[in-house]
Nanobody, 124 residues
Framework: QVQLVESGGGLVQAGGSLRLSCAAS????????MGWFRQASGKGREFVAA????????RYADSVKGRFTISRDNAKNTVYLQMNSLVPEDTAVYYC?????????????????WGQGTQVTVSS
């Protein structure tokens, strides 16, 4: 079992930036992918971005392309989400998740373990 801990959330004005971190511990893995998802109040959980743990390929939701960047530090077992040009619609609880299978799936049921989430609030 992999444990995931997110950090870096907070309150920011529209146009600002935040960087989220997700540290993985427990069972190590060399394959698979890490993903970021978000859930706004009263809405379902939606895909934001994913990165292949081994080769670093990435995938983004259309709503964040050009504004968000996902990256990883294999030595630290940590994945990051750099969020720039934030807008109020980005307000949500952000979750990281690990997928032990291959492929950068945007489906929540493709991921095996989840963090507890970190709140991001963008004020207008």
């Amino acid at each position: 079992q992999v444990q995931l801990v997110e950090s870096g959330g907070g309150l920011v004005q529209a146009g600002g930036s935040l960087r989220l971190s997700c540290a993985a511990s427990g069972r190590t893995f060399s394959g698979g992918a890490m993903g970021w998802f978000r859930q706004a109040s009263g809405k379902g959980r939606e895909f934001v971005a994913a990165i292949s743990w081994r080769i670093g390929s990435t995938r983004y939701a259309d709503s964040v392309k050009g504004r968000f960047t996902i990256s990883r530090d294999n030595a630290k077992n940590t994945v990051y989400l750099q969020m720039n040009s934030l807008v109020p619609e980005d307000t949500a609880v952000y979750y990281c998740a690990v997928r032990t299978g291959y492929g950068l799936s945007p489906q929540t049921n493709a991921y095996d373990s989840w963090g507890q989430g970190t709140q991001v609030t963008v004020s207008s």
